[in-house]
């Protein structure tokens, strides 16, 4: 059974680039973006991993922990980070898990034997600080993927958890939200005293609110 939105992120330990990763105690607190590589030393997964480095302010600002995992040993990983730093001018930030005996693989389903038998697909899973999978990603081995949109739905799930609002088509942070069907008009005009759009009586658009 693959893993679907809602169910627990399955823990485990795992050889990795800072040593052995107890996934859970890693995490701790803090969300968590785990995104799998089809083999070191490829060129879209060294983009990739550069980028995700690159972008490590931005994860923090969200309380994001990265993991990154590709299926060769971690000697390989070591010589394969030289390499990002060098190719990419970001040096890896962030632990990447060594997964030669498929391990964590199989507990995430990162192998689509009709894709490849062998080779662990794109995959990205965004994991809330319960442990909970809240946004599962899967790309073919060549295309890279787009690390903004990344953090583009983790900012809509860390706002739509906090207000009973939804995101629109195409949503960045500080732009127009949806208002909920869950919420009545008079509910509305306590949590939204700004007001909003009627645009149809099961869409109402209003400014996103911000967190105090
Ligand atoms: C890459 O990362 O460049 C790649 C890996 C596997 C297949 C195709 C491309």
Redesign the pocket.
Known sequence: MPLQLGDAAPDFTQQSTLGPLHFYDYLGTSWGVLFS???DF?????TELGEASRLKPEFDKRNVKVVGLSVDPVEKHGTWASDIADATGSALNFPLIADADRQVSTLYGLIHPNADST?TVRSVFVIDPNKIVRLELTYP??TGRNFVEILRTIDSLQLTDTFKVATPVNWKQGEDVIITTAVSDDEAKTRFPAGWKTVKPYLRVTKQPQAV
């Open positions: 590589h089809p083999a490829t060129p879209v997964c060294t080779a081995a060549s």
